[in-house]
């Protein structure tokens, strides 16, 4: 959960045994939110296996490592497709040309040629050979190393998946579990999302507190402050957490 105007604290305890973790939230008002632990999924799984993988090949290859985790999560699911488990085809790469060891699996019609890779790291190299090597992805290559927003949407337009909502997927995966964060550590920076994306502001609600002197506060009129938070009267409870953006 994102903090307003001042940056919350935030502290994490991971338990090996569960594999949860317990998330403390310091809000505005100062007092403590604390969330049930969190079951770790597939997908935070297949993040702490391949991500060095995707960053090694975005040292490469300029591919944004978010994109390409994006991009392997979407299309092994999360590494538990046929294709990933028994041919460490993370990404439906078909056989064209391909000299090596294949695998047929239904795809867009029956029994399609699909390559077959001795370990998962030789599918993420072919990944980023594919695109490097086609002219029709070379725009995505001037875009900025942490653009996975353009490099999503730029996937899509050069003919990368016919699926209209394939960005939209892409871009969720990546701001959802935060993958951003892996182009900043090879590029050396301080992670962030997309400039265009916005951080949800939000507050609990202590004693005085209104949502006339909230609309003052953050500068949101009275009218969206209930309209985000499905509110029928001007009530407020002490406690309750209101979503300002």
């Not at 695998?103 to 030789?122: G, L, N, T």
Request: a positive charge; hydrophobic letters at 30%.
């Amino acid at each position: 959960m994102a903090c307003g105007s001042k940056k919350g604290v935030v502290t994490k305890k991971e338990k090996s045994k569960t594999k949860t973790e317990e998330v403390v939230v310091k809000e505005n008002s100062g007092s403590l939110l604390t969330k049930k632990p969190k079951t770790r999924t597939s997908v935070d799984t297949y993040i702490d296996t391949y991500a060095q993988i995707a960053m090694s090949e975005m040292r490469t290859s300029k591919i944004p490592a978010s994109i390409t985790l994006a991009q392997g999560i979407l299309e092994s699911g999360s590494g538990n497709g046929r294709l990933a488990k028994e041919a460490n085809n993370h990404f439906g790469i078909k056989c064209h040309g391909w000299k090596g060891a294949k695998i047929y699996h239904d795809d867009d019609r029956s029994q399609e040629c699909f390559r077959k890779y001795k370990q998962a790291s030789k599918s993420y190299k072919d990944h980023s050979d594919f695109l490097v090597g086609r002219k029709r992805y070379a725009k995505l290559f001037k875009l900025k190393a942490n653009d996975y927003k353009g490099w999503a949407r730029g996937l899509r337009a050069a003919g990368y998946a016919t699926d209209r909502k394939y960005p939209q997927k892409l871009i969720s995966l990546i701001e959802r579990y935060e993958l951003y964060k892996y182009d900043a550590k090879v590029l050396g920076g301080k992670s962030k999302k997309s400039a265009d994306s916005v951080e949800v502001i939000t507050h609990t609600i202590v004693k005085g507190d209104t949502l006339y002197s909230l609309s003052t506060k953050y500068r949101v009129s009275v009218e969206e402050i209930k309209r985000k938070n499905k509110l029928t009267s001007n009530d407020l409870s002490i406690g309750q957490i209101l979503k300002i953006n």
